[in-house]
Every structure is written in C-alpha cells, then in structure tokens.
C-alpha cells in the first residue's frame, strides 16, 4: 500500500490544476476527430520541459486517460470516432443518439469508461511493483531480447503484413543509431548536419504522428464535409448511473478483456473495444438489439478501451515496452524527464511513479464527472472545419519540434520523418513499430553491447545471449510473435484466395 | 481516425507499381545502411548496426519480391485525386519548414503558413468577403494563443530571420 504515501503529491495546487487542465483539454481533444490520443500526448510533450517531471506526467497521463474517453463523445454525436480506440462505441452510440437517448449514451460511456480505467489503473497499482522485482532478475542479454520482443510484438501485431511491420521496426531502430555512438564517439549515419546530435525521440513521435494526420486531412482537397450533430436532451443522471452499475456482465467482460488486452505489448484500445463488444454481443440474451442503441455495447466498448489504460503502462514501467502506442509516446515523456523505466524504477523516483500513477487514479474520477458537463461543448469542436485543424496541428507541431533544443534541424527532421511516414503508411508500414524501434533502440543497443563484453570475459556469446531458461523463454517469444504473424497472413492470404472470398 | 490504424487494415487498391517504388526505396535504403554498416570505422562502433542492418536489408529484399511478384497485399495507396489534393499542402509546408521560418521570422512565416494552407483548403468560397474576414480572424487568434503558449509561457526563443 506504498502508493497512499504519496496522494498528498496529486492534491498540490500546480499538479492538481494540471491534471485538472490535461483532463478537460484531453476530452475536447479526444472528441476532436483526426486527433488520435497518440498524437495529443506527443504534441504535450514538449509543454512539459518547464514542469517538474511530477508535474509533467500528470499532464501527460490526464491526457492519455481523458482523450481515450472524449473519443466517445464524437462518436455517439456524429458517429466518428475521436479515436480508434471508440469504433466500437460508435455502433450503439449513434444509435442510441439518434433514438433522442443521446446524454443516457454520454453519461454510461463516461460512467463505464471511468469505471474500466479505476479497475485499470488499479491492475497498474498492483502489478508493476511485483513485476518491477522480477524485472531486477534481468540481465543485459535478457533486456536486449526486451527490447527485441517488443519490437517484434509491435511489428507484428500493429501491421497486417507482417514484413512491413518488422521492417517498420528496423527502420526505427536504425533511427535511433544515427548521430554519435554512445561509447566510442564514432559517428553513425550522420548524411546531414540536422542528424549530427541525432533523432530526437519527441522531434520523431511529433513528425510521425502529427504531420501524416495534417496530409490526411488535407488528402479530401476543398470539399465540404456535412457533420449531422444530434440534439442532447436532459436525461437524469441516477437513472444512468443505475443502468451501469446493473451492467455487470457487459463491465466485467470489457474490464477483463481492456486489461488483458493493455498487459500485451503493443495491441491497443482499438481491438480492446471491438473484442469486448463482440464478447458482450456473444454472451448477450438479445444479440439483435446491438447496433440497434443497446447501452451494453457502449458500456462494454468503454469501459475496454479505459480499462486498457492503466495495464499498458504495466510493462511500459517494468521492462521499458510500451502496451500500446500512446503509451510508447509517454515513454518518450519519461526519459525526456530523466526517468529510466525497469526494475529500480520504484526505488530511484517513487514520490515521481506513485504521484504519477494515482494522479491517473484521481484523473479517472475526474474524466467522469467533466465528462459528462463537457460533452455537449466538446461536440461543438468535433465540428472544427479540417482545414482549420490541419494548418493548427501542423503550427503546432513545427513549433513542439523546434522547442525541444530550439534547433531548426529538429523541425527538418520532424518534417521529413512526417511526410515519409504518410507515404509510408499508404503502402501498409506502420508507425507504432517504427517508433518503438526508435524508442527501444538505445535499450536494446547498450544491453547488447554491454552483453557481448559480459559474453567476451565468459563463455563467449552464443552462450550468453542464447542458453539459459529466460533467454530461451523470451527467444521463444520472439519467434513465437513472429511466426504468429506469418501464419495469421498466410491464412487472411489462402482465404482471400478461395472461390467466392476474392 | 488515426491513420496508422486504417491504411494498415485496409485492402490493397495500389497497383503493383505503386508497391515497387516504395519497396525499391527502402530496399536501397536498407542497402545503404548494411552497406555503412560493414564499411565504416570502428568496427566496434558498428556491431550493432551490422545486425540490425543485416535483419532490414533481409526484410526489405523479401518486401521487393513480394512487391515484384505482386503479392503485396497491405495498403491502399495514393490516389491519383489525393495526390493532386496533398501535392500543394506538401509544398506549402515544405517551403514554410525548409524556407520561410527561418529566412522570414518563425512567426511571419507560421501566421502566412496558417492563413495560407486554411484558405487552401477551406469549402467556404473565396468570392465572399465575410469568409476572408473568418480566415483573418482564426488565424489571429491562433497566432495569439501560440505566442502565449510559446514565447510567454514556455520562453522559447523563435529564429526571427527579416521579420519576427
């Protein structure tokens, strides 16, 4: 129970009114359509420089917690999803609004979303110490096949070609080699000047998630896009409240299925939404009445997708692997802050973790409750023309890249990793790999290095990097992940192929 | 909708030419980097770069196949529409990034470059005078908020060039 210790830290009034800012500013931004909470969070970061690395990752994580849920608010109103992670949502949702019950889905979204995320934040609570201890076992050969799996994960789960996605993470990984070698000064892949201090990992996550998202919304030219919000009627909030609590099977399916779904590397709310609503539609008595406005899918959906939160920050703080992208983003936010994710994490910086994680804590309560006052406004902004929204992020990003070093090479580099990742991205490479790669490059270098020096004074280096039981176990994940992937591929390939498939 | 999230799930609808040239682009870059990789000093500096180099270029050769023989199957492609849609917003942003920042002044530039890229690509008419008053207005205020943020809250010092 060490974190009630340090509650004291979330109440202390710049923390506090951060967490207060990043939650109501992350509802507006989540049901923004086309800013993914991904990108609100890498568009923070640089925000947080100024801050206490405390205070920093409040912000950060209120983002990361309020934007998943204000994804919900677009996507019941006008039936587009603020973020991946609330596809599922918009299938009852928009239903549901358009039967006039538009605030009964506002007020179970939220309520099963704030739910979902406490359950989360809890599992977080719970789990990262003792996966933190075990995580102090790890040698460097075993945090160098870490840092492999997690790139191997990513790239395979995150793509549908399974080439494309690993080969999206070597691309990351080359990134994070060019500048100067760490140990011997060497200098690596330096083709222009703007290289010379190399990638910046909040330069990249800036270019490769905001600047593919201005292109996209610039990719429908002039044309007029005709947004049909519904009215919100009142709708007593006991009564909604009641209805979510008396949903228990669609709460704990969600809330099992998001957590599950968030402890593994890389997968996302997205499918956490759509794996719960399915599950829920399965186990349902009246299967029909879903997409047709039944609440359960709202509440399944959204309590998934928050209760996803809290767990992928579970091996984002163990063992330095993100569960998802945005959680890959909030990595960057730790080690621009000087804080090293792994086993001692909970020793060096506890005041720093444990203030972090109940602030998520906290922020959960206060999603809900400005959630719920905010919707109806926030929809407003859902209707912000493209053309406005395109040119503010692309504004926005220029200056985020520059304000990390005030260096114009940063916003070269920012500008050219975001447009090669659009192109990229069209022909089916991903970005969470490549930026995972990014990320987990200098982990995975340096425990390799430091292994093969370990492996030259023993036995040499097949035995140190390949024998014993954890090295073998997290091969075995490696080639697991991996050999997954080309069999799901070979089989969506073999079945487009069959007669009356094509 | 995060676009890392669709174009990965969406059908093929790209030509097997619209495959090779980004396969072919980052084979050749994938040889450039296991190429470096081998060739440079220190060797030492170089022995993570080797293996990682090695696995890419390996990949990147069996995507150009796959491309070559037309079995790539992940990712829709550009349109010949949005081509002809994002080609002026890419160089609009390029000239601002590359060029007008830091020969005009950060702030010049990014109002021009705001102002520039919203009328672009606004659907409100560009006869009516009320919409030009509109794209001068939003522009105005989001150059205000950012400086606030920026220069007041955050103290980041702009590269000024002939302006400010």
């Given at each position: 129970?060490?974190?009630?210790?340090?509650?004291?830290?979330?109440?202390e009034?710049?923390?506090?009114?951060?967490?207060?800012?990043?939650?109501?500013?992350?509802?507006?931004?989540?049901?923004?359509?086309?800013?993914?909470?991904?990108?609100?969070?890498?568009?923070?970061?640089?925000?947080?420089?100024?801050?206490?690395?405390?205070?920093?990752?409040?912000?950060?994580?209120?983002?990361?917690?309020?934007?998943?849920?204000?994804?919900a608010?677009?996507?019941?109103?006008?039936?587009?999803?603020?973020?991946?992670?609330?596809?599922?949502?918009?299938?009852?949702?928009?239903?549901?609004?358009?039967?006039?019950?538009?605030?009964?889905?506002?007020h179970?979204?939220?309520?099963?979303?704030?739910?979902?995320?406490?359950?989360?934040?809890?599992?977080?609570?719970?789990?990262?110490?003792?996966?933190?201890k075990?995580?102090?076992?790890?040698?460097?050969?075993?945090?160098?096949?870490?840092?492999?799996l997690?790139?191997?994960?990513?790239?395979?789960?995150?793509?549908?070609?399974?080439?494309?996605?690993?080969?999206?993470?070597?691309?990351?990984l080359?990134?994070?080699?060019?500048?100067?070698?760490d140990?011997?000064?060497?200098?690596?892949?330096i083709?222009?000047?703007?290289?010379?201090?190399?990638?910046?990992?909040?330069?990249?996550?800036?270019?490769i998630?905001?600047?593919?998202?201005?292109?996209?919304?610039?990719?429908?030219?002039?044309?007029?896009?005709?947004?049909?919000?519904?009215?919100?009627?009142k709708?007593?909030?006991?009564?909604?409240?009641?209805?979510?609590?008396?949903?228990?099977?669609?709460?704990?399916?969600?809330?099992?299925?998001?957590?599950f779904?968030g402890?593994?590397?890389?997968?996302?709310g997205?499918?956490?939404?759509?794996l719960?609503?399915?599950?829920?539609?399965?186990?349902?008595?009246?299967?029909?009445?879903?997409g047709?406005?039944?609440?359960?899918?709202?509440?399944?959906?959204?309590?998934?997708n928050?209760?996803?939160?809290?767990?992928?920050?579970?091996?984002?703080?163990?063992?330095?692997?993100?569960?998802?992208?945005?959680?890959?983003?909030?990595l960057?936010?730790?080690?621009?802050?000087?804080?090293?994710?792994?086993?001692?994490?909970f020793?060096?910086?506890?005041?720093?973790?444990?203030?972090?994680i109940?602030?998520?804590?906290?922020?959960?309560?206060?999603?809900?409750?400005?959630g719920?006052?905010?919707?109806?406004?926030?929809?407003?902004?859902?209707?912000?023309?493209?053309?406005?929204?395109?040119?503010?992020?692309?504004?926005?990003?220029?200056?985020?890249?520059y304000?990390?070093?005030?260096?114009?090479?940063?916003?070269?580099v920012?500008?050219?990793?975001?447009?090669?990742?659009?192109?990229?991205?069209?022909?089916?490479?991903?970005?969470?790999?490549?930026?995972?790669?990014?990320?987990?490059g200098?982990?995975?270098?340096?425990?390799?290095?430091?292994?093969s020096?370990?492996?030259?004074?023993?036995?040499?280096?097949?035995?140190?990097?390949?024998?014993?039981?954890?090295?073998?176990?997290?091969?075995?994940?490696?080639?697991a992940?991996?050999?997954?992937?080309?069999?799901?591929?070979?089989?969506?390939?073999?079945?487009?192929?069959?007669?009356?498939?094509? | 909708?995060?676009?890392?999230?669709?174009?990965?799930?969406?059908?093929?609808?790209?030509?097997?030419?619209g495959?090779?040239?980004?396969?072919?682009?980052?084979l050749?870059?994938?040889?450039?980097?296991?190429?470096?990789?081998?060739?440079?000093?220190?060797?030492?500096?170089?022995?993570?770069?080797?293996?990682?180099?090695?696995?890419?270029?390996?990949?990147?050769?069996w995507?150009?196949?796959?491309?070559?023989?037309?079995?790539?199957?992940v990712?829709?492609?550009?349109?010949?529409?949005?081509?002809?849609?994002?080609?002026?917003?890419?160089?609009?942003?390029a000239?601002?990034?590359?060029?007008?920042?830091?020969?005009?002044?950060?702030?010049?530039?990014?109002?021009?470059?705001?102002?520039?890229?919203?009328?672009?690509?606004?659907?409100?008419p560009?006869?009516?005078?009320?919409?030009?008053?509109?794209?001068?207005?939003?522009?105005?205020?989001?150059?205000?908020?950012?400086?606030?943020?920026?220069?007041?809250?955050?103290?980041?010092?702009?590269?000024?060039?002939?302006?400010?």
């Amino acid at each position: 129970m060490e974190f009630l210790q340090y509650f004291g830290g979330v109440f202390e009034p710049v923390s506090f009114l951060l967490l207060l800012g990043g939650t109501v500013g992350g509802l507006i931004l989540g049901a923004t359509p086309g800013l993914s909470p991904t990108m609100a969070v890498a568009l923070l970061i640089p925000f947080t420089f100024q801050l206490a690395p405390t205070q920093g990752l409040i912000l950060l994580g209120a983002a990361y917690t309020s934007t998943v849920a204000g994804g919900a608010v677009s996507a019941i109103l006008l039936r587009i999803p603020g973020a991946p992670a609330n596809i599922a949502t918009a299938l009852d949702g928009n239903a549901m609004a358009k039967q006039g019950r538009a605030a009964e889905a506002l007020h179970v979204s939220f309520l099963s979303s704030g739910i979902g995320g406490v359950i989360g934040v809890f599992l977080l609570i719970f789990l990262t110490p003792v996966l933190a201890k075990w995580a102090l076992m790890f040698g460097p050969s075993h945090l160098f096949w870490m840092a492999i799996l997690g790139v191997t994960v990513i790239g395979s789960l995150d793509s549908k070609s399974f080439v494309k996605g690993l080969l999206s993470g070597c691309l990351g990984l080359w990134l994070s080699m060019i500048g100067y070698d760490d140990i011997q000064g060497a200098q690596r892949f330096i083709f222009h000047d703007a290289l010379t201090g190399g990638v910046s990992i909040i330069t990249a996550l800036i270019g490769i998630f905001a600047i593919p998202q201005v292109i996209e919304m610039l990719s429908a030219g002039r044309k007029r896009q005709d947004v049909s919000t519904v009215v919100v009627h009142k709708q007593p909030f006991l009564d909604s409240l009641k209805l979510t609590l008396s949903s228990v099977k669609s709460l704990s399916i969600g809330t099992t299925v998001g957590s599950f779904i968030g402890l593994i590397p890389g997968v996302g709310g997205q499918i956490a939404g759509l794996l719960a609503y399915d599950q829920t539609k399965k186990f349902s008595k009246d299967p029909e009445s879903f997409g047709q406005g039944n609440p359960q899918g709202v509440i399944a959906a959204e309590s998934a997708n928050n209760a996803m939160v809290g767990p992928s920050l579970v091996p984002l703080l163990t063992l330095s692997i993100p569960g998802s992208p945005t959680a890959a983003v909030l990595l960057g936010g730790l080690l621009i802050h000087g804080i090293f994710p792994g086993g001692d994490l909970f020793d060096n910086h506890p005041d720093v973790i444990w203030t972090f994680i109940n602030s998520m804590l906290i922020g959960q309560i206060l999603m809900v409750i400005f959630g719920i006052w905010v919707a109806a406004y926030a929809a407003k902004v859902a209707q912000v023309p493209k053309a406005v929204m395109a040119s503010a992020v692309l504004v926005l990003a220029v200056f985020g890249a520059y304000s990390v070093q005030q260096s114009m090479g940063d916003v070269y580099v920012m500008f050219v990793l975001g447009v090669g990742m659009y192109f990229l991205e069209k022909f089916g490479f991903s970005a969470a790999p490549l930026v995972l790669g990014l990320i987990l490059g200098p982990i995975a270098e340096a425990n390799f290095i430091q292994g093969s020096m370990i492996a030259n004074a023993m036995n040499g280096p097949v035995e140190y990097f390949l024998m014993g039981p954890l090295n073998l176990f997290l091969i075995a994940l490696v080639v697991a992940s991996v050999g997954w992937s080309f069999f799901t591929t070979h089989r969506e390939n073999r079945n487009s192929k069959e007669p009356g498939n094509a | 909708m995060n676009p890392s999230a669709t174009s990965a799930s969406d059908p093929s609808t790209a030509s097997r030419v619209g495959h090779l040239v980004p396969a072919s682009l980052v084979l050749a870059l994938a040889a450039v980097v296991a190429w470096l990789s081998y060739t440079q000093e220190p060797a030492s500096a170089f022995l993570f770069p080797r293996l990682i180099g090695t696995v890419m270029l390996a990949l990147a050769l069996w995507n150009f196949i796959r491309a070559a023989m037309g079995v790539s199957k992940v990712g829709q492609g550009i349109a010949v529409t949005t081509w002809l849609n994002i080609i002026p917003g890419i160089a609009l942003m390029a000239v601002f990034v590359f060029f007008a920042a830091k020969y005009f002044g950060f702030y010049v530039a990014s109002t021009a470059a705001f102002f520039l890229l919203y009328s672009g690509y606004d659907p409100a008419p560009h006869t009516a005078l009320s919409s030009w008053v509109k794209r001068v207005v939003i522009t105005a205020a989001f150059m205000g908020v950012i400086y606030a943020l920026f220069t007041l809250l955050l103290k980041v010092q702009t590269p000024r060039g002939m302006f400010l």
